[in-house]
T-cell receptor, first 114, second 111 residues
Framework: DAGITQSPRHKVTETGTPVTLRCHQTENHRYMYWYRQDPGHGLRLIHYSYGVKDTDKGEVSDGYSVSRSKTEDFLLTLESATSSQTSVYFC?????????????FGEGSRLTVL | RKEVEQDPGPFNVPEGATVAFNCTYSNSASQSFFWYRQDCRKEPKLLMSVYSSGNEDGRFTAQLNRASQYISLLIRDSKLSDSATYLCVVTKGGSQGNLIFGKGTKLSVKP
């Protein structure tokens, strides 16, 4: 299995509070991604990173920010959580980028915003 | 037309059956195609890429029809362990972060 871990795995929080999800990899892969998965939708890209301090927005980036200060860590922050951000969040890593289709996903972080 | 469309299922089949999933995509510029598998409450995992000439991996066969913008996945001799949701994934060109995931087709294989 790819060396990728997400934390926390489960979190319940209240509207308006900040939340940070962490993705940690031991594979030294350049590319890292944050997706969310909701019923009735395919996986949707929030943000991605193509190197340390190099990040870009995905399809559903509003309300989210990211940081990558080290190759192994990619943080997703919800500055002020809303109920619409209740979702399962998946981090993914890729050795050669998403064009190859070769993404390795973490186990997911289930976030509930009350 | 949605970017990637799949029949949501569920497909309920007996063990040993052959089952086929279809997927259509809207962007004629898409270059690469994949099938992922996702078990219940687990992360998605790459099952196989889809090549223009079609490709096979054991009991799994993937086909691509660029003219019709259509991808298929055939599973022969279904096993209980094949029960999962199968996600069709298409690239849309451009920069990184360009994968479009379908909503998935759920398969349930019964004894």
């Amino acid at each position: 299995d790819a060396g990728i871990t997400q934390s926390p795995r489960h979190k319940v929080t209240e509207t308006g509070t900040p939340v940070t999800l962490r993705c940690h990899q031991t594979e030294n892969h350049r590319y890292m991604y944050w997706y969310r998965q909701d019923p009735g939708h395919g996986l949707r890209l929030i943000h991605y990173s193509y190197g340390v301090k190099d990040t870009d927005k995905g399809e559903v980036s509003d309300g989210y920010s990211v940081s990558r200060s080290k190759t192994e860590d990619f943080l997703l922050t919800l500055e002020s959580a809303t109920s619409s951000q209740t979702s399962v969040y998946f981090c993914a890593i890729s050795p050669r980028g998403s064009n190859t289709g070769e993404l390795f996903f973490g186990e997911g972080s289930r976030l509930t915003v009350l | 037309r949605k970017e990637v469309e799949q029949d949501p299922g569920p497909f309920n089949v007996p063990e040993g059956a052959t089952v086929a999933f279809n997927c259509t995509y809207s962007n004629s510029a898409s270059q690469s195609f994949f099938w992922y598998r996702q078990d219940c409450r687990k992360e998605p995992k790459l099952l196989m890429s889809v090549y223009s000439s079609g490709n096979e991996d054991g009991r799994f066969t993937a086909q691509l029809n660029r003219a019709s913008q259509y991808i298929s996945l055939l599973i022969r001799d279904s096993k209980l362990s094949d029960s999962a949701t199968y996600l069709c994934v298409v690239t849309k060109g451009g920069s990184q972060g360009n994968l479009i995931f379908g909503k998935g087709t759920k398969l349930s294989v019964k004894p």
